[in-house]
């Protein structure tokens, strides 16, 4: 088995809100973050797929075809957006890390044929990522 990784980075903007709670309990929950205006981050994004050696190619997966399904299920998707207002995913879920991490993986993960998705690890900023790695 060869695991691969390709890596990516989009910007974003997002606040924590939660609707089942008061304003005081958002505030004292999320801080800062609760700003309905939003804040950003440059977001590192790691996709790691697995698979056998084609002996033909020799290649687990063609990293042209990697490249343009990140590119089109989740940068196009993602990058420069208010994940709040402008991802259906975050329409009713609160786009923290883990989150953002998660529907990555739901995208990602029926698009890929060759290789199957290992792991997806977002980076929020140098001191913090989580790595999500669904179903295993």
Known sequence: MVYLTRKAEF????????????????????????NPNGHGHNYV???TV????????GFVVDLKQLKETMNREVLDAMDHRFLNKEVPEFAKKIPT????????????????????????????????????????
Not at 50 to 57: L, T
Not at 110 to 121: E, F, Q
């Open 11 to 34: 910007a974003a903007s997002h606040y924590y809100h939660n609707p089942e709670l008061s304003q005081e309990e958002n505030q004292r929950l999320f801080g800062k973050c609760n």
């Open 97 to 136: 890390t883990e989150n953002v991490a998660i529907a990555i993986w739901q995208r990602l993960a029926p698009k890929l044929t060759t290789a199957r998705l290992h792991r997806v690890r977002v980076y929020e900023n140098p001191d913090l990522f989580v790595d999500f790695y669904g179903d295993e």
């Open 50 to 57: 697995k698979g056998e050696v084609d002996p033909r190619s």
């Open 45 to 47: 994004l790691e996709v």
